[in-house]
């Protein structure tokens, strides 16, 4: 005696009962079938799955963003204006329409941008920015581009460094003052926040010093405070 089985296999994905929520990606296998067999499905032709292509998005506008000065990295107090010099020039066939902007990120987010408006094609000019440094101490990265009027970038992005510093930290001595700002450019923020808290009170330390000892004291000025007042009683 022969024995032959017959195996049913069934394409497509399976689904739940309860919807995933991602639209007509998933269905039901029976509304996909509608010619059925004890031994096989038929799928109609109209009933394959389509593949929905989504264009990019491409500016009609050509630019080039240079920073006058490139390479300097700008020093200013917390909470003060951060100015920039910028050459922009539109290298495309069409004219900039009114609405293009130099927006600034920073962290991903755009918190500023300057109006530039119609830019000729090859024409460049030269604008000036100026926003307000953040309040917290530290070493800062921002980005800048040009979008156009539909919110479509175009050209290449550029950034700069800003190194914010508090206010104090200009009081010192140059000796003393040089050393701490280049501990700012190789520390975090908060590090640079604490340090200069520390600095205010207890100016006639090490700034090197003071740091060692908010690393051994998970960065809580206040545990170095009284270290230092533990200390100096002694």
């Known amino acids: 005696f022969f024995f032959f089985f017959f ?4 394409d497509g994905i399976r689904d739940v009962e309860r919807s995933r929520g991602l639209g007509d ?12 067999h004890a031994m096989f499905k038929i799928r109609l032709p109209e009933q394959a799955p389509r593949t929905i292509l989504t264009a990019v998005r491409e500016s009609e506008c050509e630019g080039v963003l240079a920073e006058k000065g490139k390479g300097k990295r700008v020093v200013v107090e917390a909470n003060k204006e951060i100015s920039k010099e910028w050459s922009l020039r539109n290298t495309g066939q069409v004219a900039w329409d009114k609405d293009v902007v130099l927006a600034f990120e920073k962290n991903a987010f ?5 109006k530039i408006g119609v830019v000729l094609p090859g024409k460049t000019i030269e604008v000036k920015s100026s926003f307000k440094a953040s309040s917290i101490p530290g070493l800062y990265r921002y980005w800048c581009g040009l979008i156009d009027g539909k919110g479509i970038r175009f050209g290449y992005r550029t950034s700069f460094d800003a190194l914010v ?23 975090e923020g908060k590090y640079a926040n604490n340090v200069a808290y520390l600095v205010r009170l207890y100016g006639h330390y090490d700034p090197e010093v003071l740091l060692e000892l908010l690393e051994h004291n998970d960065n809580d000025a206040n545990k170095v405070e009284e270290f230092i007042k533990s200390m100096e009683v002694k």
Do not use: W
């Open 25 to 36: 990606v998933y269905k039901r296998q029976e509304e996909l079938y509608k010619h059925e």
């Open 7 to 10: 195996f049913q296999a069934e």
């Open 110 to 114: 755009t918190f500023h941008s300057m």
């Open 165 to 187: 510093i508090d206010p104090i930290i200009l009081s010192l001595n140059n000796e003393v003052r040089e050393k701490l700002l280049k501990l700012f450019v190789t520390i």
